[in-house]
Protein backbone atom coordinates (compact mmCIF):
# COMPACT_ATOMS: atom_id res chain seq x y z
CA UNK A 1 0.00 0.00 0.00
CA UNK A 2 1.32 3.63 -0.53
CA UNK A 3 1.06 5.56 2.02
CA UNK A 4 1.86 8.87 0.19
CA UNK A 5 -1.83 10.92 -1.09
CA UNK A 6 -1.75 13.24 -3.54
CA UNK A 7 -1.07 16.72 -1.64
CA UNK A 8 1.54 15.85 0.56
CA UNK A 9 3.92 17.57 -1.45
CA UNK A 10 2.29 20.85 -1.05
CA UNK A 11 2.33 20.38 2.36
CA UNK A 12 5.86 19.66 2.97
CA UNK A 13 6.97 19.82 6.55
CA UNK A 14 5.47 18.17 9.48
CA UNK A 15 6.97 18.24 13.25
CA UNK A 16 5.79 15.30 15.02
CA UNK A 17 6.40 15.04 18.54
CA UNK A 18 7.47 11.72 20.26
CA UNK A 19 6.73 11.39 24.31
CA UNK A 20 7.07 9.36 26.70
CA UNK A 21 8.92 7.98 29.74
CA UNK A 22 12.41 7.06 29.06
CA UNK A 23 13.15 3.61 28.00
CA UNK A 24 9.14 3.68 26.69
CA UNK A 25 10.71 2.86 23.06
CA UNK A 26 10.84 6.42 21.43
CA UNK A 27 13.94 5.96 19.87
CA UNK A 28 13.37 2.50 18.42
CA UNK A 29 9.75 4.09 16.70
CA UNK A 30 11.83 6.75 15.75
CA UNK A 31 14.11 4.33 13.43
CA UNK A 32 10.95 2.50 12.50
CA UNK A 33 9.45 5.37 11.28
CA UNK A 34 12.10 7.12 9.39
CA UNK A 35 12.36 3.51 7.70
CA UNK A 36 8.47 3.88 6.14
CA UNK A 37 9.31 7.28 5.61
CA UNK A 38 11.76 6.62 2.82
CA UNK A 39 9.75 3.80 1.52
CA UNK A 40 7.65 6.15 1.04
CA UNK A 41 9.65 8.54 -0.39
CA UNK A 42 9.53 11.09 2.12
CA UNK A 43 12.10 12.45 3.75
CA UNK A 44 12.39 12.23 7.85
CA UNK A 45 15.13 13.72 10.35
CA UNK A 46 15.33 12.53 14.06
CA UNK A 47 15.72 15.61 16.35
CA UNK A 48 17.16 13.41 19.76
CA UNK A 49 17.37 15.45 22.05
CA UNK A 50 19.83 13.55 24.09
CA UNK A 51 21.93 13.74 21.47
CA UNK A 52 21.54 17.49 20.86
CA UNK A 53 21.64 18.38 25.01
CA UNK A 54 25.25 18.26 26.62
CA UNK A 55 25.66 15.31 28.88
CA UNK A 56 26.11 17.18 31.67
CA UNK A 57 22.88 19.27 32.09
CA UNK A 58 21.50 15.54 32.46
CA UNK A 59 23.60 15.03 35.39
CA UNK A 60 22.92 18.50 36.87
CA UNK A 61 18.75 17.32 36.26
CA UNK A 62 19.28 14.28 37.94
CA UNK A 63 21.48 15.90 41.23
CA UNK A 64 19.21 19.24 41.55
CA UNK A 65 18.19 20.35 44.76
CA UNK A 66 16.08 22.51 46.43
CA UNK A 67 17.06 26.50 46.14
CA UNK A 68 18.80 28.13 44.14
CA UNK A 69 20.77 25.09 42.25
CA UNK A 70 17.29 24.07 41.54
CA UNK A 71 15.83 27.32 40.26
CA UNK A 72 18.98 27.69 38.09
CA UNK A 73 18.98 23.92 36.99
CA UNK A 74 15.28 24.60 35.69
CA UNK A 75 16.10 27.73 33.73
CA UNK A 76 19.09 26.26 32.13
CA UNK A 77 17.26 23.10 31.02
CA UNK A 78 14.59 25.13 29.78
CA UNK A 79 17.16 27.47 27.56
CA UNK A 80 18.47 24.32 26.07
CA UNK A 81 15.07 23.09 24.91
CA UNK A 82 14.54 26.51 23.43
CA UNK A 83 17.95 26.42 21.82
CA UNK A 84 16.47 23.28 19.92
CA UNK A 85 13.36 24.65 18.50
CA UNK A 86 15.16 27.35 17.65
CA UNK A 87 17.57 25.76 15.89
CA UNK A 88 14.86 24.29 14.04
CA UNK A 89 13.06 27.55 13.26
CA UNK A 90 16.04 28.96 11.72
CA UNK A 91 16.35 26.10 9.71
CA UNK A 92 13.19 26.22 8.30
CA UNK A 93 13.76 30.02 7.45
CA UNK A 94 17.07 29.34 5.86
CA UNK A 95 17.67 25.78 5.36
CA UNK A 96 20.77 25.93 3.20
CA UNK A 97 22.50 28.77 5.23
CA UNK A 98 21.62 27.46 8.61
CA UNK A 99 22.65 24.02 8.20
CA UNK A 100 25.33 25.41 10.92
CA UNK A 101 23.91 25.89 14.33
CA UNK A 102 24.58 29.65 15.22
CA UNK A 103 27.58 30.31 17.07
CA UNK A 104 26.15 30.76 20.42
CA UNK A 105 24.17 27.68 20.08
CA UNK A 106 24.86 25.55 23.16
CA UNK A 107 23.69 22.51 21.53
CA UNK A 108 25.92 19.98 20.13
CA UNK A 109 27.20 20.94 16.47
CA UNK A 110 27.42 17.17 15.10
CA UNK A 111 24.36 15.84 16.26
CA UNK A 112 22.45 19.04 14.92
CA UNK A 113 24.69 18.16 11.62
CA UNK A 114 22.81 14.68 11.19
CA UNK A 115 19.48 16.13 11.93
CA UNK A 116 19.42 18.42 9.20
CA UNK A 117 21.38 15.91 6.92
CA UNK A 118 18.71 14.25 5.75
CA UNK A 119 16.78 17.30 5.14
CA UNK A 120 19.54 19.05 3.22
CA UNK A 121 20.24 15.25 0.81
CA UNK A 122 19.34 15.75 -3.08
CA UNK A 123 15.75 14.18 -3.69
CA UNK A 124 15.91 11.05 -5.10
CA UNK A 125 12.24 10.26 -5.40
CA UNK A 126 12.49 12.65 -9.62
CA UNK A 127 10.70 15.20 -7.48
CA UNK A 128 12.23 18.86 -9.10
CA UNK A 129 14.44 21.33 -6.84
CA UNK A 130 10.75 24.08 -6.73
CA UNK A 131 8.81 20.74 -5.28
CA UNK A 132 10.99 19.19 -2.91
CA UNK A 133 9.99 15.48 -1.18
CA UNK A 134 7.99 16.17 2.02
CA UNK A 135 9.88 16.50 5.42
CA UNK A 136 8.93 15.09 8.37
CA UNK A 137 10.60 16.39 11.96
CA UNK A 138 10.45 13.39 14.49
CA UNK A 139 11.12 15.79 18.03
CA UNK A 140 12.27 12.50 20.28
CA UNK A 141 12.37 13.86 24.56
CA UNK A 142 9.81 13.08 27.07
CA UNK A 143 7.89 16.11 26.78
CA UNK A 144 6.15 15.17 30.05
CA UNK A 145 4.39 18.72 30.16
CA UNK A 146 1.88 20.22 27.83
CA UNK A 147 3.87 23.62 27.89
CA UNK A 148 6.54 21.73 26.31
CA UNK A 149 4.70 20.23 23.85
CA UNK A 150 2.48 23.53 23.05
CA UNK A 151 5.90 25.68 22.06
CA UNK A 152 6.04 22.91 19.03
CA UNK A 153 2.64 23.31 18.40
CA UNK A 154 3.03 27.21 17.76
CA UNK A 155 6.14 26.71 15.77
CA UNK A 156 4.03 24.31 13.63
CA UNK A 157 1.22 26.66 13.26
CA UNK A 158 3.33 29.86 12.70
CA UNK A 159 4.68 28.08 10.07
CA UNK A 160 1.60 26.15 8.85
CA UNK A 161 3.21 23.07 9.21
CA UNK A 162 1.97 19.64 9.86
CA UNK A 163 1.92 18.82 13.29
CA UNK A 164 0.95 15.59 15.53
CA UNK A 165 2.01 14.06 18.60
CA UNK A 166 2.76 10.31 19.24
CA UNK A 167 2.35 9.29 22.90
CA UNK A 168 4.19 6.12 23.99
CA UNK A 169 2.34 4.12 27.22
CA UNK A 170 4.68 1.82 28.50
CA UNK A 171 4.15 0.23 32.57
CA UNK A 172 7.07 2.38 34.10
CA UNK A 173 8.46 -0.71 35.95
CA UNK A 174 9.01 -1.97 32.09
CA UNK A 175 11.06 1.48 31.35
CA UNK A 176 12.91 0.89 34.11
CA UNK A 177 13.96 -2.63 33.44
CA UNK A 178 15.32 -2.05 29.58
CA UNK A 179 16.88 1.38 31.15
CA UNK A 180 18.70 -1.23 33.45
CA UNK A 181 20.10 -2.64 30.05
CA UNK A 182 22.05 0.63 28.60
CA UNK A 183 25.13 0.97 28.43
CA UNK A 184 24.69 4.14 30.56
CA UNK A 185 21.16 3.50 32.51
CA UNK A 186 19.18 6.44 34.55
CA UNK A 187 18.73 5.90 37.73
CA UNK A 188 15.70 4.27 38.80
CA UNK A 189 14.76 7.46 41.04
CA UNK A 190 15.07 9.42 37.92
CA UNK A 191 12.12 7.39 35.76
CA UNK A 192 9.83 7.05 38.53
CA UNK A 193 10.07 10.94 39.26
CA UNK A 194 9.79 11.44 35.91
CA UNK A 195 6.45 9.18 35.69
CA UNK A 196 4.96 11.57 38.23
CA UNK A 197 5.28 14.68 36.31
CA UNK A 198 4.05 12.91 32.72
CA UNK A 199 1.09 14.46 31.78
CA UNK A 200 -0.44 12.70 28.52
CA UNK A 201 -1.72 14.51 25.56
CA UNK A 202 -5.47 15.56 26.45
CA UNK A 203 -7.31 16.60 23.27
CA UNK A 204 -10.54 16.80 25.89
CA UNK A 205 -9.05 19.35 27.85
CA UNK A 206 -6.69 20.45 25.18
CA UNK A 207 -8.28 21.43 21.74
CA UNK A 208 -4.76 22.11 20.36
CA UNK A 209 -3.69 18.18 21.14
CA UNK A 210 -6.54 16.41 19.19
CA UNK A 211 -4.18 15.35 16.70
CA UNK A 212 -2.55 13.22 18.85
CA UNK A 213 -1.95 8.97 18.95
CA UNK A 214 -1.29 6.45 22.07
CA UNK A 215 1.03 3.48 21.28
CA UNK A 216 1.37 0.98 23.77
CA UNK A 217 5.42 -0.26 23.48
CA UNK A 218 5.11 -2.77 25.90
CA UNK A 219 5.52 -5.23 23.09
CA UNK A 220 7.10 -4.81 20.03
CA UNK A 221 4.64 -2.59 17.21
CA UNK A 222 2.79 -5.04 15.03
CA UNK A 223 3.14 -4.07 11.70
CA UNK A 224 -0.78 -3.12 11.65
CA UNK A 225 0.52 -0.39 14.30
CA UNK A 226 3.33 1.29 12.00
CA UNK A 227 0.57 1.31 9.32
CA UNK A 228 -1.50 3.24 11.70
CA UNK A 229 1.50 5.58 12.83
CA UNK A 230 2.10 5.70 9.29
CA UNK A 231 -1.43 7.09 8.04
CA UNK A 232 -1.18 9.10 10.87
CA UNK A 233 1.75 11.36 10.65
CA UNK A 234 0.77 11.49 6.72
CA UNK A 235 -2.58 13.00 7.50
CA UNK A 236 -0.93 16.00 9.58
CA UNK A 237 1.53 15.89 6.86
CA UNK A 238 -1.37 16.58 4.17
CA UNK A 239 -3.52 18.88 6.70
CA UNK A 240 -1.17 21.43 7.84
CA UNK A 241 -2.01 24.03 11.05
CA UNK A 242 -3.11 27.48 9.59
CA UNK A 243 -1.49 30.84 12.13
CA UNK A 244 -4.80 32.21 13.49
CA UNK A 245 -5.82 35.67 14.03
CA UNK A 246 -5.70 36.06 17.69
CA UNK A 247 -6.24 39.31 19.74
CA UNK A 248 -2.74 38.22 21.30
CA UNK A 249 -2.43 41.71 23.30
CA UNK A 250 -5.79 41.20 24.79
CA UNK A 251 -4.97 37.28 25.72
CA UNK A 252 -1.47 38.48 27.16
CA UNK A 253 -3.17 41.07 29.28
CA UNK A 254 -5.87 38.53 30.08
CA UNK A 255 -3.13 36.11 31.11
CA UNK A 256 -0.79 38.71 33.48
CA UNK A 257 -4.11 39.53 34.83
CA UNK A 258 -4.93 36.01 36.10
CA UNK A 259 -1.28 35.20 37.17
CA UNK A 260 -1.54 38.34 38.91
CA UNK A 261 -4.29 37.19 40.77
CA UNK A 262 -3.12 33.94 41.60
CA UNK A 263 0.64 35.47 42.51
CA UNK A 264 -1.31 38.19 44.69
CA UNK A 265 -3.13 35.16 46.37
CA UNK A 266 -0.43 33.08 47.15
CA UNK A 267 2.08 35.27 48.13
CA UNK A 268 -0.76 36.25 51.04
CA UNK A 269 -1.14 32.73 52.12
CA UNK A 270 3.18 32.70 52.08
CA UNK A 271 3.29 35.52 54.21
CA UNK A 272 0.74 33.81 56.42
CA UNK A 273 2.54 30.60 56.97
CA UNK A 274 5.62 32.78 57.11
CA UNK A 275 4.07 34.41 60.38
CA UNK A 276 2.94 31.50 61.51
CA UNK A 277 6.64 29.84 61.17
CA UNK A 278 8.27 32.88 63.71
CA UNK A 279 5.85 32.57 65.88
CA UNK A 280 6.47 28.94 66.39
CA UNK A 281 9.84 29.53 66.51
CA UNK A 282 9.59 32.37 69.53
CA UNK A 283 7.18 30.23 71.39
CA UNK A 284 10.08 27.05 70.95
CA UNK A 285 12.09 30.03 72.67
CA UNK A 286 14.77 30.16 69.69
CA UNK A 287 17.76 33.00 70.10
CA UNK A 288 16.89 36.14 69.15
CA UNK A 289 20.23 36.02 66.40
CA UNK A 290 19.08 32.25 64.97
CA UNK A 291 14.82 33.87 64.51
CA UNK A 292 16.68 37.06 62.58
CA UNK A 293 18.27 34.36 60.15
CA UNK A 294 15.17 32.29 59.81
CA UNK A 295 13.06 34.84 59.27
CA UNK A 296 15.89 35.82 55.87
CA UNK A 297 15.93 32.11 55.29
CA UNK A 298 12.02 31.82 55.19
CA UNK A 299 11.63 34.86 52.86
CA UNK A 300 13.97 34.02 50.78
CA UNK A 301 12.23 30.80 50.24
CA UNK A 302 9.01 32.74 49.48
CA UNK A 303 10.78 34.89 46.97
CA UNK A 304 12.22 32.25 45.07
CA UNK A 305 8.89 29.73 44.89
CA UNK A 306 6.55 33.04 43.91
CA UNK A 307 8.90 33.60 41.00
CA UNK A 308 8.98 30.00 39.67
CA UNK A 309 5.33 29.75 40.58
CA UNK A 310 4.77 32.50 38.42
CA UNK A 311 6.85 31.14 35.02
CA UNK A 312 5.29 27.96 35.00
CA UNK A 313 2.14 29.16 35.73
CA UNK A 314 2.16 31.40 32.68
CA UNK A 315 3.41 28.36 30.24
CA UNK A 316 0.70 26.05 31.93
CA UNK A 317 -1.83 29.43 31.35
CA UNK A 318 -0.96 28.93 27.31
CA UNK A 319 -1.01 25.30 26.91
CA UNK A 320 -4.42 25.43 27.77
CA UNK A 321 -7.94 26.76 26.95
CA UNK A 322 -9.99 25.53 29.97
CA UNK A 323 -11.11 28.26 32.65
CA UNK A 324 -8.11 28.00 35.22
CA UNK A 325 -9.67 27.40 38.83
CA UNK A 326 -7.37 30.13 40.50
CA UNK A 327 -8.51 28.85 44.22
CA UNK A 328 -7.58 25.47 43.28
CA UNK A 329 -4.15 26.60 41.96
CA UNK A 330 -3.42 28.90 44.88
CA UNK A 331 -4.50 25.96 47.24
CA UNK A 332 -2.16 23.58 45.31
CA UNK A 333 1.04 26.42 45.25
CA UNK A 334 0.67 27.10 49.27
CA UNK A 335 0.62 23.26 50.07
CA UNK A 336 4.18 22.78 48.13
CA UNK A 337 5.25 26.28 50.02
CA UNK A 338 3.92 25.03 53.41
CA UNK A 339 6.04 21.91 53.13
CA UNK A 340 9.35 23.91 52.34
CA UNK A 341 8.52 26.35 55.29
CA UNK A 342 7.84 23.13 57.24
CA UNK A 343 11.50 21.90 56.48
CA UNK A 344 13.16 25.20 57.46
CA UNK A 345 11.60 25.72 60.39
CA UNK A 346 12.74 21.73 61.83
CA UNK A 347 16.23 22.72 60.80
CA UNK A 348 16.37 25.84 62.94
CA UNK A 349 14.60 24.01 65.92
CA UNK A 350 17.49 21.54 65.16
CA UNK A 351 20.08 23.90 65.74
Known amino acids: MDFLEEGAARSRMCLCVLCGLPASGKSSVAGQISTLCVEQRLKCSVVHYDDLIPEDAFTVMEEGNHGDMQHQTQTEWKMYRHAVLQCIEQFLEKPQVLAEPPASCPLNRDSWRRCVQTALASDTAGTSLTEPSP ?15 YEVYQLARKYS ?13 TCISRNQ ?18 VSPNPQKNSWEKNSIVLNTTDSLTK ?10 LFALNNPLSPVED ?13 TSVIHQADQACRRLV ?11 VPPESLRSLATELNESKTRFLHTMRKQFLEDLAATQEE ?24 SFKK
Open 135 to 149: LVFLLDDNFYYPSMR
Open 161 to 173: LGFCQVYLHCPVE
Open 181 to 198: SRSTPLPREVILEMEKRM
Open 224 to 233: GDTQKLMEFI
Open 247 to 259: HTEQKEADRLKCA
Open 275 to 285: SEAMKSARENQ
Open 324 to 347: IDVDHVVKRAVQVFDHDKNEILYR
